[in-house]
């Protein structure tokens, strides 16, 4: 009788069963059991090994969202903070404007026609990127005293302009706010995946536990039954002597 199946490496392949011991087919068979713990041993290893590494793509992904929320808190901070300025420039002009579109008033009307305020509020006006006209329509200092004067639509026109700018800037922070929260669900989402495999992983731990105890037992009991039938080889020999 010839012993089939898959022996690897084991002394039983390919050999007839009536040629061997009893010890030499009990050797074997634990042999190819512990050969077989060892694989699955093996498998449990890069199981447990690919959780960890899916783990650690989880939580870099998550350091990197919340990264990129803070950046657009930042942003959003930043915005408002220029939505500010812009809106009370806007309404210091509406509050100034004069009704007449080719009448002039001075910029600082509604602050009791100050004159440095009326200077301050025109370099206002240009560093937030208004549209500053010439010739005629140019704003200057018409009636010859202490204040800068703009006609009615050229401050209406700044109205307008500002009103825009504003408008641009809170779409784009109405953009920001809605990616943050895909992010802050993207992240929520994943926490729920990392609690999963956390949960996965504990089983896969106590999983490979045991196999490596198994193994370890299955290793020993084969070392043990080798000594065993060495020393009673050895015995044999010292009473045939």
Same mark, same amino acid.
């Given at each position: 009788m010839e012993i089939t199946g898959n022996f690897g490496a084991s002394p039983l392949a390919g050999m007839e069963v009536s040629n061997l011991d009893i010890e030499t087919l009990l050797l074997s068979v634990q042999y190819q059991r512990s050969e077989l713990?060892?694989?699955?041993?093996?498998?449990?290893?890069?199981t447990v090994k690919h959780q960890n590494d899916l783990m650690a793509q989880k939580?870099?992904?998550i350091t990197t969202n919340q990264e990129n929320i803070g950046? &657009? $808190?930042?942003?959003?901070?930043?915005? %408002?903070?220029?939505?500010? /300025? =812009?809106? #009370?420039?806007r309404n210091r002009l509406e509050?100034?404007?004069?009704?007449?579109?080719?009448?002039?008033?001075? &910029? $600082?009307?509604?602050?009791?026609?100050? %004159?440095?305020?009326?200077? /301050? =509020?025109? #370099?206002?006006?240009?560093?937030?990127?208004?549209t500053i006209p010439t010739g005629a329509d140019a704003p200057q200092n018409v009636d010859g005293n202490h204040t800068m004067d703009a006609k009615?639509?050229?401050?209406?026109?700044?109205?307008?302009?500002?009103?825009?700018?504003?408008?641009?800037?809170?779409?784009?922070?109405?953009?920001?706010?809605s990616q943050k929260g895909k992010l802050e669900n993207e992240n929520d989402a994943i926490n729920?995946?990392?609690d999963s495999l956390s949960s996965s992983q504990q089983l896969d731990m106590l999983r490979l536990?045991?196999?490596?105890?198994?193994?370890?037992?299955?290793?020993?009991?084969?070392?043990?039954?080798?000594?065993?039938?060495?020393?009673n080889r050895s015995n044999i020999v010292a009473n045939m002597r």
């Amino acid at each position: 009788m010839e012993i089939t199946g898959n022996f690897g490496a084991s002394p039983l392949a390919g050999m007839e069963v009536s040629n061997l011991d009893i010890e030499t087919l009990l050797l074997s068979v634990q042999y190819q059991r512990s050969e077989l713990l060892h694989n699955q041993l093996k498998q449990q290893m890069d199981t447990v090994k690919h959780q960890n590494d899916l783990m650690a793509q989880k939580n870099q992904q998550i350091t990197t969202n919340q990264e990129n929320i803070g950046k &657009l $808190a930042e942003t959003n901070a930043k915005l %408002g903070a220029e939505i500010s /300025e =812009l809106t #009370e420039l806007r309404n210091r002009l509406e509050a100034s404007k004069c009704p007449d579109p080719n009448g002039w008033y001075g &910029l $600082a009307y509604a602050e009791n026609d100050d %004159g440095p305020a009326s200077y /301050e =509020l025109l #370099e206002k006006v240009k560093k937030a990127g208004c549209t500053i006209p010439t010739g005629a329509d140019a704003p200057q200092n018409v009636d010859g005293n202490h204040t800068m004067d703009a006609k009615g639509k050229v401050v209406a026109k700044w109205v307008e302009e500002l009103d825009k700018k504003i408008e641009a800037k809170q779409k784009q922070i109405d953009a920001n706010n809605s990616q943050k929260g895909k992010l802050e669900n993207e992240n929520d989402a994943i926490n729920r995946d990392i609690d999963s495999l956390s949960s996965s992983q504990q089983l896969d731990m106590l999983r490979l536990q045991s196999l490596s105890n198994k193994y370890n037992e299955a290793f020993d009991l084969m070392s043990n039954f080798m000594k065993k039938m060495q020393d009673n080889r050895s015995n044999i020999v010292a009473n045939m002597r």
